[in-house]
């Protein structure tokens, strides 16, 4: 996968997101007999812990521990606790009955850990977080045709109003807050939180307080629409191309693009598809379900991620 980004950091979580969405993949990865129901994610244990994935699969029970990094001892020690919760888990009736197996996945797990894991019946799973993320990303591929969907001007305004700022940079680069503040006439506060958002979408890059337009901020800039608020169709397909290509950019990117699968999955059953149905689908394919406890948070914050980048979904939706 290509990036125009210096660096793109894997996190647990976006594995977790995946592996979780398509149990398919996670089925091969764990060589399951059956396919797998996730029951859970991030459960609570009873010490406090939390474990990443538990699920079901032809009756038995799949504690699944997620590493992005090569393993250490204390992974296995904290899986081998998690694992010996399970059957209190059961006996209070939040599980179901059946058998157990654990399972530790990491890029790299040492010889040494091998034996550890086997002394307490956890099975090491080595995998590569790339592959899995190429796994995504060419899932995602059938629903380009969709993604290119025009939207309308009144659901994005927005990332529309970081227009003054894209436009300040465009004429006079390298300026710090208080000088595109002055110049847009925007709070100090606004800019910079507009300016964390241009950031995350790969638009604009800070050097120490000043800021600049990237090559593809130059580009979206020079698609812009003059003196308008709204986003134009040719800013909308230089963040498609981006985030087609490059969904773990960031926070935001990732969110703008499970916001459009999610609209896509929906919409083979009704379109457009109603936004209380995709706030809800959203809040849980994203592992925020405790978090966006109140129908607004969720509607929200579904209509930001679909508004934010234009990438189909906001015009999907209503």
């Not at 996730?38 to 406090?48: C, F, I, S």
């Not at 045709?145 to 004429?171: E, K, M, Y």
């Not at 083979?268 to 995709?278: E, H, R």
Request: hydrophobic content about 35%; aromatic content about 8%.
């Amino acid at each position: 996968m290509t990036s125009n980004r210096e660096e793109i950091v894997v996190r647990e979580r976006q594995i977790e997101d995946i592996l979780a969405t398509y149990t398919d993949l996670l089925g091969q990865m764990l060589g399951a007999s059956a396919p797998l129901r996730v029951l859970a994610r991030q459960l609570e244990l009873p010490d406090g812990g939390r474990l990443d994935l538990i699920c079901l699969g032809g009756g038995q029970l799949y504690l699944v521990e997620i590493k992005v990094e090569p393993a250490r001892t204390e992974f296995v020690q904290q899986t081998a606790r998690y694992l010996a919760q399970i059957p209190t888990l059961q006996q209070q009736g939040e599980l179901p009955a059946g058998s157990v197996q654990g399972y530790l996945l990491s890029p790299r797990i040492p010889p040494r850990l091998l034996s550890e894991c086997q002394q307490y019946q956890i099975h090491a799973i080595e995998y590569a977080p790339s592959s899995v993320l190429q796994h995504f990303y060419m899932n995602f591929q059938q629903h380009l045709s969709f993604n290119r969907l025009t939207t309308h001007n009144h659901s994005v305004w927005h990332l529309g109003v970081t227009n003054p700022i894209i436009q300040t940079l465009a004429t006079t680069p390298m300026q710090d807050i208080d000088g595109i503040a002055a110049q847009t006439k925007l709070a100090p506060s606004t800019v910079k939180s507009y300016l964390t958002l241009l950031e995350q979408l790969g638009l604009v890059k800070n050097e120490g307080t000043l800021y600049h337009l990237t090559d593809l901020g130059r580009r979206y800039a020079s698609a812009m629409t003059p003196h308008s608020r709204s986003l134009s169709e040719g800013q909308a397909e230089v963040l498609r191309e981006f985030i087609t290509r490059n969904p773990f950019a960031s926070g935001v990117t990732l969110d703008i693009f499970t916001v459009v699968e999610c609209t896509a999955s929906l919409a083979k059953n009704q379109y457009p598809v109603p936004l209380a149905i995709l706030s809800d689908y959203f809040t849980f394919a994203v592992g925020n379900e405790t978090r966006w406890n109140k129908p607004k948070t969720r509607n929200d914050a579904t209509r930001m991620c679909g508004v934010r980048g234009s990438t189909g979904a906001a015009g999907a939706y209503r």
